[in-house]
């Protein structure tokens, strides 16, 4: 078996993913008069040009009345320091029956006070608000130079407004309140989102989504949470779809598992054509798209950012496929991606499921099961994959460096997959105990 990489199929895999990966694919976008004539009439209302209230001030991150004020002077009890947001029928089909009528109505998101104010409806307003539609107009910044040189600036931080992520899992009753709308980006950018809370689960733009996510990009942003950390969305359940989404420049951390660049969990629902530019961390079930695939499809996708861990599960793409549910598509890494056990530049564990037509460039990082394309393989099938990153096992007892150019550890099954000798000089499969492999020879 000849074991360097097949240049057609190189090439067929690369178009196919460049397919559906420009951010704001048809979008919509409102006019710099509309915009104006926001900005002017928040103004008039007492809000700033941010939308926020001006009876309110932000202090150590925490949004409150004024000291000495009571209540707004201006709104009322009822105020909660942000401009509401107008729900009113749109000029297209948002929620893609292939008719606008009616039924095609969302709330105008035009600043970052209503966006807080969206979120917090949801939140607090379940019954409410719970799978009701919003769209942005225009690009919303809420906190400037987030970053610096890609890690939190701390010498801001004081400063920054933080923020609640959409849907939610309440941790003292276990009652669960995703969001089930759809939420429309229109292809704008939201900047510097802040959220730093090592104690919860569930972070991202949205929390927790059954609903749909589209045609957002997250610029410039924080999230370190617990468990279930992406830049769009912590936990995309059954029913929920996230699509055309791009997290940019962010920093996406969980101090426990499951952190992804656009999502944390993947629990049944779907992630099409999203991207992620960011740096990725976590202890365990991290990937530059996806912590982890527990069900459900993620197709189109790509990874340019770094992905790190210092434990296992980790891979370019994804942390882990978990079920036989669990399909990855037509997706690919060029980030480096660096841990312990199960490192792959595709995936790093794959339990369960199948991936199909996905790549790696990046260079693979690890100490026990690393691979080009997955660190460990068990049931289900990979195939039409490959790898020409260089791929490195580090492990202080050379019996247990367990690394191969396509897989380091494999009982399952594995076709038409390859890797480049000219980066990795070893075999395919460090360790095979099913022999399920089959691959052409190719020159």
């Known amino acids: 078996m000849r074991r360097r990489i097949r240049k057609g199929l190189a090439v067929l895999l690369t178009a196919t993913m460049v397919v559906g990966l420009m951010p704001g694919a048809g979008t919509i976008k409102v006019s ?27 202090t150590n991150g925490t949004w409150a009345l004024k000291s000495g004020v009571t209540a707004c002077a201006t709104h009322g009890e ?15 089909d948002i929620n893609g029956d292939g008719t606008t009528d009616a039924n095609d109505k969302a709330y105008k998101i035009t600043n970052a006070g209503q966006l807080y104010w969206f979120a917090d409806k949801v939140n607090n307003d379940y019954e409410n608000y719970k ?21 939190l600036n701390t010498t801001n931080e004081g400063t920054f407004r933080s923020w609640t992520p959409i849907g939610y899992l309440d941790l003292d009753t276990k009652v669960q309140y995703p ?5 429309d980006g229109a292809g704008n950018k939201i900047n510097g989102l802040y959220f730093k809370d090592d104690s919860k689960l569930r972070v991202g733009l949205f929390g927790f989504n059954i609903g749909s996510i589209k045609n957002v990009n997250i610029v410039d942003s924080y999230f370190s949470g617990k ?4 830049g769009v969305c912590g936990l995309n359940d059954t029913d929920g779809n996230i699509k055309t989404c ?17 999502c944390g969990v993947n629990g ?5 054509d999203c991207n992620n530019t960011g740096e990725v961390q976590g202890s365990s079930h991290v990937g530059g798209v996806c912590g982890s695939i527990n069900s459900g499809l993620v197709i189109n996708c790509g990874n340019t950012g770094k992905v790190t861990s210092t434990g296992e599960r980790v891979g370019g793409v994804c942390g882990m496929l978990f079920t036989s549910s669990s399909s990855l598509e037509t997706s690919y890494n060029t980030g480096d991606v660096q841990g312990s056990s199960y490192v792959g530049g595709v995936c790093g564990y794959r339990y369960n499921g199948n991936i199909d037509n996905c790549y790696n460039t990046g260079n693979i990082t690890g100490t026990s099961k690393v691979g080009g394309v997955c660190g460990a393989i068990y049931t289900g099938q990979t195939s039409n994959c490959y790898s020409t990153g260089n791929v490195t096992c580090d ?36 360790t095979s105990i099913s022999h399920h492999f089959r691959s052409e020879e190719h020159t």
């Open 32 to 58: 710099a008069a509309e915009g104006e004539a926001s900005v002017s009439a928040a103004t008039a209302e007492g809000y700033d040009e941010n939308g926020f209230c001006t009876s309110y001030e932000l």
């Open 78 to 92: 009822a105020c909660n320091g942000y401009q509401p947001a107008v729900e009113e029928l749109l000029d297209y």
């Open 131 to 151: 799978d009701k539609n919003a769209v942005l107009t225009t690009n919303i910044t809420v906190n400037e130079g987030v970053l610096s040189g890609g890690e």
């Open 179 to 183: 969001f089930s709308g759809i939420f």
């Open 227 to 230: 468990s279930q950390v992406g």
């Open 246 to 262: 791009n997290n940019i420049d962010s920093f996406v951390k969980s101090s426990n598992q499951n952190a992804g660049g656009v």
């Open 268 to 272: 049944g629902g779907t992630i099409t």
């Open 395 to 430: 492990a202080s007892d050379a019996s247990n460096a367990t690394v191969g150019g396509v897989c380091g550890y494999q009982n399952g099954a594995i076709k038409n997959c390859y890797y480049d000798t000219g980066k990795f000089t070893g075999k395919a499969i460090h």
